[in-house]
């Protein structure tokens, strides 16, 4: 039988479509699902109060603070440190197979389960350090989970900078750091972002990693200084989804809606800032 | 004077040599060009002139390269790249404006002062012969202008800088031939204060525009003179089959 190729063509849109869809329909309906259910909830008492009465009424304001402060703490620690090790890697190191053992093995970090980034901080910076159960624990438990996300990501950002760029930039006598500094870097800042984006979204929804560090059970006070415990979304609403009975369920999904939202915004941010550099890209 | 004095060179990337003992002197205020196929090491022998060839890691290099009776791989690298100016097959303007390409050499020496900057990027721009079509549009895109000017601007960032001597490697292999002209006329005006070193798959080009042509075929310096005597008089019968079509 001869084969009809528009056939086969419209069969493969099909396939590509519905695969498309396979992917689109669930996560719109966990957003659909959590807006209807969690809307509700959202009043201006719910983002800026303290949790009352065990936690069933009032706000989950120390909990938004919380997460707001791992996850910038987590940012600070990891972007300079992984956007350092990302332009080692892409412009000095020389490729051998020490260097390919180095970015595989990074590669591969960014697949630890979190839980595991957990225990680690929990033995290193909760522990050894003494620095207890604190933001600052938490926070670089957090910062070290997303490093290699960043590290990846810029390098890649780094690599995709074409070769001739650098070429033009030193055969007019700039050195090579000169030329890292306002060739290459600037142009690789979207891909850099875009790393950093897939990091804040990570660690503002890990349970596991501040489980261990740093989350507080029920804290309805806001943290004085780097060595307190706080709140935090994540766990904040597991707390109160099984551990805290006769909870209202448009509490918890107010919760996870402003989780949602937060890591949103975030997002939003990194993203204009991007499209605003993208602008001024002139290639 | 001699600018260059390039003695016995040879050059691996790892294995495959590129260059083949090669001997020969650039005379300062001359144009040399370089013709021969693709593969035969023109590529390699300019790049070697500024140390570009020093960023493939497995660069092999025996032989001597002098300019002005210096080693180069005792000149610090920057200087000597400062000196020894390139213009690149394609044009490759950085992704900045019009002003901040022309003005990217002199900034990376030092000079932030716009003041300072600007006359130099004129002065480069008129040298170039772009200064006319650009004056107008210098915070633009270098990227908004056509191919042609492109490279005129390209030849005028590598101006800024005030080298001694230019290398052009092919700049004219993307361009029209109203592009090519422009290009050429400018390199002959180049040729009262530079000395320039042309690498070109234009066999007509290098007759048109330099004084001493060399031939490489295989990463050998097959035929060496003056233009005027490559093109009448071949010595090698390579050549003479390279020059009048026979060959590749």
Known sequence: MKRNPHLTQKIAFFLLLMATLLIVVPVGLIVVIIIQKGLPAINWQFLTDIPRQGMRAGGIFPAIVGTAYLVGGAIIFALPIGLLAAIYLSEYSKENVLSRIIKLAIINLSGVPSVVYGLFGLALFVVFF??????????????????????????????????????????????????????????????????????????????????????????????????????????????????????????????????????????????????KLRKNKKW | MVKFSIKDLNIWFGSAQALKNVSLDIQAHEILSVIGPSNSGKTTFLRTLNQLNALNTHLKMKGAVLFEDKDILKIDVELLRRKVGM????????????FDNVAYGIKMQGVKDKKQLAPRVEEAL???????????????????????????????????????????????????????????????????????????????????????????????????????????????????????????
């Open chain 1, 130 to 275: 003494k620095f207890g159960a604190s933001i600052l624990s938490g926070a670089l438990t957090l910062g070290i989970m997303i490093l290699p996300i960043i590290i990846t990501s810029s390098r890649e950002a780094l690599e995709s900078v074409p070769d001739s760029f650098r070429e033009v930039s030193l055969s007019l006598g700039a050195s090579k750091w000169q030329t890292i500094r306002h060739i290459v870097l600037p142009n690789a800042v979207p891909g850099i972002l875009t790393g950093t984006i897939l990091g804040l979204g990570r660690a503002a929804g890990e349970t596991a990693p501040i489980l261990f560090t740093v989350a507080a059970f029920y804290l309805p006070q806001l943290p004085g200084s780097i060595f307190d415990q706080v709140m935090a979304l994540p766990y904040h609403l597991y707390v109160l989804s099984t551990q805290v009975p006769n909870v209202d369920e448009k509490t918890r999904y107010g919760t996870a809606l402003v989780l949602l939202l937060l890591v949103l915004l975030m997002n939003l941010v990194a993203i204009i800032i991007r499209s």
């Open chain 2, 87 to 98: 213009v690149f097959a394609l044009p490759l303007p950085l992704p900045l404006s019009i």
């Open chain 2, 126 to 248: 008129k040298e170039g012969h772009i200064w006319d079509e650009v004056k107008d549009r210098l915070s633009e895109s270098a990227f908004k202008l056509s191919g042609g000017q492109q490279q005129r601007l390209c030849i005028a960032r590598t101006l800024a800088v005030k080298p001694d001597v230019v290398l052009f490697d092919e700049p004219c292999s993307g361009l029209d031939p109203i592009s090519t002209a422009r290009v050429e006329e400018t390199m002959l005006k180049l040729k009262e204060k530079y000395t320039i070193v042309l690498v070109t798959n234009n066999v007509k080009q290098a007759a048109r525009i330099s004084d001493d042509t060399g031939f490489m075929l295989l990463g050998e310096l097959v035929e060496f003179g003056k233009t005027k005597d490559i093109f009448t008089a071949p010595r090698d019968k390579r050549t003479e089959d390279y020059i009048t079509g026979r060959y590749g």
